[in-house]
């Protein structure tokens, strides 16, 4: 089987979560055998229909541009068994480099109408290759990709014969949810398989794929604006936070105790078990603390019984050290904030918790 692989994402490599799910979906097809080509629509020269009509009278089936579309990728499109348009999702549909290379598919059809389930259509000229749509979304929930999926259903009818849409795909970069991404990824390897075995994706392998991560949408919104807010504060793109390695910047006792969740490191942890109680001064006042235990940590608002270490700081003081932008050892000398109890957890912070 030839598949053809159109990626309309116009970001890279770890930045673009397109790219990958879509190698992870053209990993299985090729691992079920199938002859696959990967293009990336950012490296090419696709003009925009103009609506002339000229690939109906003048040229009947050619386009009138001469661009990477006519040259390279229709005919490609043409000899194709299944393409698959991975896009993000724009505006609830395919982005605008997808939609001009889907329009620019016009010549396989004839300019006649023939009725059609009480509508009218044209006939093709050519046979249609199978359509599988894949999408990514920031948004949690599963309903963001209603539009789309109408659409797709509506312009490629019986030939669209998969839909993977990865909601919250943002996720899949977070090292907190780094085995949930794992299992997501292993399904979409897993529905590349199944869709040149069967053309079309088994219910069990679509409900590992779009399994919820996370699962509270209390924690994905609260991550997510702390990473928006960081970004503003910063004056840089979420690709330059990416790039500098930053961590959002807790706003509130609440948001700290979450980000301290996330960047828990349990085969760091071990054997641990300790108390760490914080006591937070200045413009947000409040106390909180960590509990390790058994390779999990879980965080309390209040005053725990015998902690082992206790740390009092300002809150700006001890987010700057969180996130990076201060130095807690150095601070710590300067007497920026008190610690009491057992130094050496102070000092095993930086390994307890990562990014």
Known sequence: MKVLA???????????????MLSHLARGMSEAGADVEVVELRKKKINYCIGCFSCWTKSPGRCIHKDDMTDELYPKWLESDLVVYASPLYHFTVNATMKAFIERTLPVLEPFFEKSNGGTKHPLRRKHPAVAMLSVAGFPEDAIFGQLSSWANYVFGAGLVAEIYRPAAGFLSVTAFADKAREILDATTQAG?????????????????????????????????????????????????????????????????????????????????????????????????????????????????????????????????????????????????????????????????GK
């Open 6 to 20: 159109v990626n309309s994402s116009p970001r890279t490599q770890s930045q673009s979560k397109t790219e990958l």
């Open 193 to 353: 398989r199944e869709l040149i075995q069967s053309m079309q994706v088994s219910s069990e392998t679509m409900a590992r794929l779009r399994q919820p991560i996370p699962e509270d949408k209390a924690t994905f919104h609260a991550m997510g604006n702390m990473m928006w807010k960081t970004c503003i504060a910063e004056g840089i793109t979420p690709k330059e936070f990416a790039e500098r390695g930053l961590v959002p910047r807790p706003d509130s006792i609440e948001t700290f105790m979450m980000i301290m969740s996330q960047g828990f490191k349990p085969d760091a942890a071990g054997d641990t078990q300790a108390t760490i109680q914080f006591h937070f001064s200045g413009e947000i006042e409040g106390s909180c603390h960590l509990k390790i235990a058994a390779g999990r940590m879980e965080a309390f608002q209040g005053v725990a019984e015998d902690p082992d270490l206790t740390i009092q700081a300002p809150f700006d003081t001890w987010m700057d050290i969180t996130t990076g932008r201060a130095n807690g050892q150095q601070l710590f000398l300067r007497r920026k904030y008190r610690v009491t109890g057992d130094l050496s957890l102070l000092m095993r912070m930086k390994q307890l918790f």
